[in-house]
């Protein structure tokens, strides 16, 4: 629901962004029938806005707080077993190595030269690992 009001907010906001996905669902779906995940591959400009609003939208931006099992060596530090782990999702979504530019709205940089939709791998709105 969050990010769903992300997106309408992001649409009205940027409306060249609202329209080039409203061509892409024209040409792809139509109007005659319901999407169905096999239309994902044919409407990279849609995924792309979508990745675009989970990034910028950051609706979890600590994530939840977990914890250490054992102890472990992390870029040079050591945490002890049992130690609260705060994943600052905000940093990830918003770093320029990865996202150049990280303040501004560009569904395009989810694209390849081709057009293409391309996963970046710091794109973790989800955050990363195993719930066990
Ligand atoms: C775009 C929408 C959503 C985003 C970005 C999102 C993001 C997240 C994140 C970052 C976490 C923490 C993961 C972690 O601790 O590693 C989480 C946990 C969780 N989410 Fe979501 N979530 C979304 C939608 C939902 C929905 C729709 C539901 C339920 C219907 C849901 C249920 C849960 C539950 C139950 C957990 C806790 C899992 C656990 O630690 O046991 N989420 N979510």
């Known amino acids: ?18 329209r080039r996905v409203q061509v892409e669902i024209d040409d792809v ?3 005659g029938r319901l999407p169905c995940m096999a ?10 806005t979508i990745a675009e609003v989970q990034r910028v939208g950051n609706i979890v931006p600590l994530n939840l707080k977990h914890s250490t099992t054992a102890e472990i060596e992390l870029g040079g ?3 002890p077993a049992g130690t609260t782990v705060i994943a600052n999702l905000t940093a990830i979504l918003n770093d320029p190595k ?7 709205f560009r569904p395009e940089r ?13 794109l973790i709105p ?7």
């Open 29 to 31: 779906i139509g109007r």
């Open 1 to 18: 629901m969050t990010t769903l009001r992300w997106c309408l907010l992001f649409m009205l906001k940027y409306p060249h962004v609202l």
């Open 77 to 79: 530090y050591v945490i």
């Open 110 to 122: 989810h694209l390849d030269e081709r057009g293409d939709f391309v996963q970046n791998e710091a």
């Open 126 to 132: 989800f955050s990363i690992g195993e719930i066990t």
């Open 98 to 104: 990865y996202f150049p530019e990280p303040e501004k």
């Open 39 to 48: 239309d994902q591959d044919n409407m990279p400009y849609t995924r792309a």
